[in-house]
């Protein structure tokens, strides 16, 4: 079963090329490329489980997370300096991408992003952690975690990888992801970077 | 208990309705293919080697059909029969050939991770115990194999010798087909390791072999080696010389890939000649074309669209041939082209027109001096 994919790009030169790069991996069902978020709502989708949106439609990820809860999403951006990246994470993007990454690099995302394998750069991180006071937390306590949870935590938050983690907590990886999907429930976020955000806010 | 005319009554009905589904596979009948071999297993005297062939048969109907779920269902029904038997060799003939009529489904769904340890698990065994043609089929296996990972440009001195290794088993089998088949594949293959006379005298050697045995699938592919090797060379003439004949011989056999292929050739003709408006309408058709049924070979007529759009100054457009050049799934090109045009790309990704042009210039500037435009 392939992997169904939407993209909200306002760019319509490159939308023939998003629909190619889907198609040649043979891995994901591109259901449509749109100019708006709103055309793209339109369409009403049922059963999306991924989007990659353009950051200048990046304001509309609260009404995009409502009105599709159970879809992932990746921002794609011309420069990852740009302010808005942090917003996105903020909001509930899984990730983010530049625009002029290679077909490879956005399919390694994609496929990554479905997985829960989320790494942030080294740059995006470092701003998060200095912009991490600006931005609106609804405080859960870290007390709800357990003393495991919140060794993976910290994990997550050092940048460790699932396979990174289980090797080091002796456990299998499968044993880290089901600590990771208690973790985001408890804290009630979505993703590692909304996860590190809390932890940060909390220390 | 049937006497031996009966007995041999029932197995000859069982022979012509299994010949039976064979001819309506080969033929395309897939429906009743699966009947016939569905009535067959509803026999119950019928040992496990005869059950497993049969399932493997019915896996063949599906994956000829590219039903490939379904397949794949009906070949691991018939791994569960044969491990019922004890282990001999006719066990080892039906295992050898379950795994290389399953591995099909495999490379086809890009499940290639299964497929390189399957290649790998049926090795020793076919070394050990494989019949030639077995060995064919498996060298086919493992060489597509290895134009796949190498992305059909490039391969290395292995792939040559695994199709060599070919022509001499099909010679000893006087299997003709194979044999013009693997001639035409070292000729392509020789041709995207840019041995331009090794790919000709293999073409030609195909052609040699085909006065006697007509291939036209072969023909088109030796025809389309010659135009190509004329374009790398930048011989314009020939080159199209080449890619009509080659075009007339593909559309009398209704072979539209090949005629894609040529008209790609006679773009760069025309891009030579200063046509543009003809050049842009056959590198279009042929990406058009390409991407409709997934082709690898998109450099072909990808660098040719680059070059177009850059003379009308459609530095956006130009751009996204780029991006899809750079796809995992598609056609290798010469790493100094594919990181001027990486690096394209990421210009253009940041907004920054003039260095996506100016890369792309160089992109086009390098593969016209290389013959890779």
Known sequence: MHTRIAVVEPDIVFHPALILMFQYSGRFDCVGVYETSSALLSAQH????????????????????????????????????????????????????????????????????????????????????????????????????????????????????????????????????????????KLQVNNRTEAINKFFANR | MPD?????????????????????????????ARDLLKELLEDESLNLPDIARLQRKMGNAYASQWAFEESLYSYEQAFKTLQQLPENNEWWQEWIELQLDYSFPLHTTNRFDELVRLIQEIKPVIESKGSNQQKIKYLKLVFMDFLRRYRWF????????????????????????????????????????????LARDACEAAFELMKHTAYDEVTAMCNTTFAFSYRREKKAEQAEVWARKAIAHAARNNNQTYEKFN?????????????????????????????SIKLPHLPVCGLLLIHLF?????????????????????????????????????????????????????????????GYL
Request: proline content about 3%.
């Open chain 1, 46 to 185: 049922t059963t999306l489980q991924l989007l990659l949106l353009n950051i200048d439609e990046s304001a509309n990820l609260p009404l995009l997370r409502k009105q599709l809860p159970n879809v992932k999403m990746i921002v794609i951006t011309q420069r990852s300096n740009d302010e808005r990246v942090l917003h996105a994470l903020a909001s509930g993007a899984a990730n983010f991408i530049a625009k002029g990454a290679d077909p490879a690099q956005y399919l390694q995302m994609c496929s990554d992003v479905l997985n829960n394998n989320i790494r942030v750069s080294g740059d995006i991180a470092r701003q998060i952690l200095v912009k991490n006071k600006n931005f609106e937390i609804n405080e859960v306590p870290l007390e709800v975690l357990s003393a495991r949870e919140n060794e993976i935590l910290r994990l997550l938050a050092e940048g460790k990888l699932y396979k990174e983690m289980a090797r080091h907590l002796l456990i299998s990886i499968e044993t880290v992801k089901r600590h990771c999907t208690n973790i985001y429930q």
């Open chain 2, 4 to 32: 031996m005319t009966q007995k041999n009554s029932i197995e000859l009905n069982r022979a012509a309705l299994e010949t039976s589904s064979d001819v309506a596979i080969s033929e395309g009948r897939f429906e009743q």
């Open chain 2, 154 to 197: 490039m391969c290395p001195e292995e792939t040559i010798s695994h199709i060599r290794m070919i022509i001499q088993l099909a010679k000893t089998e006087k299997d003709h087909p194979t044999e013009i088949w693997a001639w035409g594949l070292l000729g392509f293959t020789h041709f995207w390791r840019n041995e331009i006379k």
């Open chain 2, 263 to 291: 008209e790609t050739v006679l773009a760069w003709v025309y891009l030579k000649q200063k046509n543009f408006t003809e050049a842009e309408r056959c590198a279009i058709s042929a990406y058009d074309f390409f991407t």
């Open chain 2, 310 to 370: 850059l003379l009308k100054n459609k530095i956006a457009e130009a751009a996204q041939y780029a991006f899809v050049l750079l796809h995992p799934e598609t056609q290798r090109m010469p790493e100094d082209i594919t990181l001027l045009v990486k690096e394209a790309v990421a210009f253009w990704g940041e907004g920054d027109l003039e260095n996506t042009r100016q890369c792309l210039c160089k992109a086009v500037e390098l593969a016209d001096e290389t």
